[in-house]
Nanobody, 114 residues
Framework: QVHLEESGGGLVQAGGSLRLSCATS????????MHWYRQAPGKEREFVAG????????SYADSVKGRFTISRDNAKSTFYLQMNSLEPDDTAVYYC???????WGQGTQVTVSS
């Protein structure tokens, strides 16, 4: 059974940092590209960052480039999103995603206060 579970969200002041984790099970994780998405209130879900199976290739939305870093630990079947210099516009529910099989986590709330 496939399972993705996000953790690490919370309330932080602008300029602060959070590290999200996505623990997975039931996937051939070491062979899979993984993504982070987010959805702010009243807005569509949007791509945040992606990482190749090896971790060598990453991609980011323009809005988070230079502030967020995606990484992974294949031995733990877990990937991460380090978020620095957080801004109020980063407030959203963050989801992890396995795109090739279209599985999603339940989401974790990130709230950035000004």
């Amino acid at each position: 059974q496939v399972h993705l579970e996000e953790s690490g969200g919370g309330l932080v002041q602008a300029g602060g940092s959070l590290r999200l984790s996505c623990a997975t099970s039931g996937l051939a994780f070491s062979y899979m590209t993984m993504h982070w998405y987010r959805q702010a209130p009243g807005k569509e879900r949007e791509f945040v960052a992606g990482i190749s199976w090896s971790g060598q290739d990453t991609s980011y939305a323009d809005s988070v480039k230079g502030r967020f870093t995606i990484s992974r630990d294949n031995a733990k079947s877990t990937f991460y999103l380090q978020m620095n210099s957080l801004e109020p516009d980063d407030t959203a529910v963050y989801y992890c995603n396995a795109p090739t099989v279209d599985y999603w986590g339940q989401g974790t709330q990130v709230t950035v206060s000004s």
